[in-house]
């Protein structure tokens, strides 16, 4: 180790790092769960059922990070703050059948877990979890970027 590379977060800020990635992906898998379930719009219902099942690899491999760590992980979503808005507003446009509203609030729920996942990766977190939480990124990133694609083509 170099005298340039920081100090490692200690385990405990880790865990909290960590489990704070579980809930905003847990309230994504869950948003998208439930938006499939309503959905009437087969491919939309065929996409976010596949995501939604992507969300729930991602909070498993996380969790599984976090008890690697010795941390207890978190099991649920956050009942507060913008991914609880994000469920929300996705459940009011679903039931609303609002495609393009769907749309843009995936997108912008995708968006609250990037901003998530950067705030974790500033930290000084051990490289095998920065790599892992890249990876997660690099797909949260994908799937928003996707939604941009799919309310263009709706909006078009």
């Known amino acids: 180790m170099s005298a340039h590379e920081p100090a490692m977060m200690g385990k405990d800020q880790i865990v909290d790092t ?3 990635l579980i809930r905003i ?3 994504s898998h869950e948003a998208y769960r439930q938006a499939a379930e309503a959905l ?3 491919d939309l219902k065929a996409l976010f059922n596949d995501l939604a099942a992507q969300r729930g690899a991602i909070v498993r491999e996380v969790q599984r990070l976090v008890a690697e ?3 207890a992980p978190d099991m649920g979503g956050t009942v507060m703050g913008g991914a609880h808005r994000f469920f929300l ?3 009011t446009n679903v039931l609303g059948h609002d495609r393009e509203a769907i749309l843009a609030e995936v997108q912008r729920g995708e968006g609250e877990c990037v ?3 950067e705030e974790a990766l500033a930290k000084e977190l051990p490289l ?3 790599a892992v939480a890249v990876q997660h990124l690099d797909r949260i990133r994908a799937d928003r970027d996707r939604m941009t694609l799919l309310r263009g083509g709706a909006a078009a």
Request: aromatic share 4%; glycine share 10%.
């Open 18 to 20: 960590l489990n704070d």
């Open 25 to 27: 992906v847990e309230d």
């Open 40 to 42: 009437e719009d087969e």
């Open 69 to 71: 760590q010795g941390g």
């Open 89 to 91: 507003e996705l459940k």
């Open 115 to 117: 901003r998530a996942y």
């Open 128 to 130: 095998p979890i920065t």
